[in-house]
């Protein structure tokens, strides 16, 4: 059985998909792109700010199906520019413990709303 996993601390889905959705102990987060979810807006500032947001994001819905983000087994990283894997790398251990999740860094043509990244996770 699919359960749901909504929190208004993280942008509404701006398409035809869940925030997440949880399936038996393990939940697919979708992918979380710099926007506020109070404004639905894509923060301003560098790939730095960008970056820290969907963390934030990613945050705001592990939290919502009642887990944090060390329970994430698997990342899948977005980039328009893979040079930003260097910022993600200084920044992830804000929000990450070793071990680190594993990790996919895709590098990509474009990304929803214009984000520069957007990143997908896997909890268990």
């Not at 059985?1 to 997440?20: E, H, R």
């Not at 970056?51 to 919502?64: H, P, R, S």
Request: hydrophobic content about 45%; glycine content about 6%.
């Amino acid at each position: 059985m699919k359960n749901p996993i909504q929190t208004s601390n993280a942008p509404a889905a701006i398409g035809c998909y869940s925030q997440a959705i949880q399936v038996g102990n393990t939940i697919y987060l979708s992918g979380q792109i710099p926007l506020d979810p109070k404004t639905m807006t894509l923060v301003e500032g560098d790939i730095n700010n960008q970056i820290t947001q969907v963390f934030e994001n990613l945050k705001a819905v592990a939290e919502a199906a009642g887990k944090n983000l060390d329970s994430i087994v698997k990342l899948t990283v977005f980039l328009t520019d893979i040079a930003f894997l260097a910022n993600v790398n200084s920044i992830m251990p804000n929000y990450f413990k070793l071990p680190y999740p594993a990790r996919t860094s895709i590098a990509v043509a474009g990304l929803p709303k214009g984000a520069d990244i957007e990143i997908e996770g896997i909890l268990c």
